[in-house]
């Protein structure tokens, strides 16, 4: 795969050029969506269930092929990529997601060592099978998320907040250019959720890494987002600078759209969003 073309500074590491996703049991998933996405940019995404949020993210890696339009990542098209490259663009792309998907009986360092397997040749068994300089790595990596003192600690004994730390710090592992984070604070309290969101701001902002994040809470959203995208019925109803957004300019995402597919009356949208 060729990425030497891509001007690692100046191009939007992620565009999305008028993409449309029909599945094929009918569902209009994704309607003509175009997003530019430049490096460093914590970008929150929101809208109902159903409005096409996951179905994005899973354009970005190539999980999904749009039905038309074209996805670019890293200079790659992937909309168009063989699975071979579809691997290498992977390699650069962190995946969080709301279950953890730890080791429940394994350490945080052994789970965050394990996010470095892609880049090994054969599987390990226990933290002294991996190099020392992995080691290392995963130890800062665990520090940086604040959990350094409970690196020897079993996953399953941690609280839900400090195991998504750890699987983001796995995700670090793989030095990946953008990290996508599919509800990656629905099962967590508001103050396990906030760190979450702080701390992908802090990667976003100090590795100058691109985080796309979807969110059901609309107030993280406003408190961490460099930039809010909303979705309505798979398209694009809102793309803002976070700053100078408040909660009445976000609320209109949520109105629910009729069989026509035109927005509902004022009466029908939630005051506030429940994580369903
Ligand atoms: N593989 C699939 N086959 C058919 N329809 C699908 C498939 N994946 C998603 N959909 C449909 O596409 C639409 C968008 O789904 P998606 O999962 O992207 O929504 P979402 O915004 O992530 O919702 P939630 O907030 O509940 O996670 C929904 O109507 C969903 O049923
Ligand atoms: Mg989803």
Same mark, same amino acid.
């Given at each position: 795969?060729?990425?030497?073309?891509?001007?690692?500074?100046?191009?939007?590491?992620?565009?999305?050029?008028?993409?449309?996703?029909?599945?094929?049991?009918?569902?209009?998933?994704?309607?003509?969506?175009?997003?530019?996405?430049?490096?460093?940019?914590?970008?929150?995404?929101?809208?109902?269930?159903?409005?096409?949020?996951?179905?994005?993210?899973?354009?970005?890696?190539?999980?999904?092929?749009?039905?038309?339009?074209?996805?670019?990542?890293?200079?790659?098209?992937?909309?168009?990529?063989?699975?071979?490259?579809?691997?290498?663009?992977?390699?650069?792309?962190?995946?969080?997601?709301?279950?953890?998907?730890?080791?429940?009986?394994?350490?945080?360092?052994?789970?965050?060592?394990?996010?470095?397997?892609?880049?090994?040749?054969?599987?390990?068994?226990?933290?002294?099978?991996?190099?020392?300089?992995?080691?290392?790595?995963?130890?800062?990596?665990?520090?940086?998320?604040?959990?350094?003192?409970?690196?020897?600690?079993?996953?399953?004994?941690?609280?839900?907040?400090?195991?998504?730390?750890?699987?983001?710090?796995?995700?670090?592992?793989?030095?990946?250019?953008?990290?996508?984070?599919?509800?990656?604070?629905?099962?967590?309290?508001?103050?396990?959720?906030?760190?979450?969101?702080?701390?992908?701001?802090?990667?976003?902002?100090?590795?100058?890494?691109?985080?796309?994040?979807?969110?059901?809470?609309?107030?993280?959203?406003?408190?961490?987002?460099?930039?809010?995208?909303?979705?309505?019925?798979?398209?694009?109803?809102?793309?803002?600078?976070?700053?100078?957004?408040?909660?009445?300019?976000?609320? %209109?995402?949520?109105?629910?759209?009729?069989?026509?597919?035109?927005?509902?009356?004022?009466? %029908?949208?939630?005051?506030?969003?429940?994580?369903?």
């Amino acid at each position: 795969m060729s990425l030497n073309r891509f001007d690692q500074e100046a191009d939007p590491i992620v565009r999305l050029s008028d993409i449309s996703k029909r599945f094929p049991n009918g569902t209009l998933a994704l309607d003509k969506v175009s997003l530019e996405i430049p490096r460093g940019q914590l970008l929150c995404l929101i809208g109902l269930s159903g409005s096409g949020k996951s179905t994005l993210l899973r354009h970005v890696n190539g999980l999904h092929k749009p039905t038309s339009g074209s996805v670019d990542v890293m200079g790659m098209r992937v909309s168009e990529a063989a699975n071979k490259d579809l691997r290498e663009v992977r390699r650069h792309v962190g995946f969080v997601f709301q279950q953890f998907g730890l080791i429940n009986r394994a350490t945080c360092l052994e789970n965050v060592l394990s996010g470095a397997l892609g880049r090994l040749n054969w599987p390990r068994y226990g933290v002294r099978s991996y190099p020392k300089q992995l080691r290392r790595l995963a130890f800062d990596h665990l520090d940086r998320v604040g959990l350094a003192d409970q690196a020897y600690q079993r996953a399953d004994t941690l609280s839900g907040g400090q195991m998504q730390r750890v699987a983001i710090a796995r995700s670090l592992m793989q030095e990946p250019q953008m990290l996508l984070a599919d509800e990656p604070v629905a099962s967590l309290d508001p103050e396990s959720s906030g760190q979450v969101l702080e701390l992908l701001l802090k990667i976003a902002t100090e590795e100058n890494m691109t985080v796309i994040c979807t969110l059901h809470q609309v107030e993280l959203a406003l408190g961490w987002a460099h930039r809010i995208v909303g979705l309505r019925a798979g398209k694009v109803v809102l793309d803002r600078s976070a700053i100078g957004l408040d909660q009445r300019d976000v609320m %209109d995402v949520y109105q629910r759209v009729d069989v026509t597919g035109a927005p509902t009356s004022d009466e %029908d949208v939630p005051t506030s969003i429940s994580n369903s």
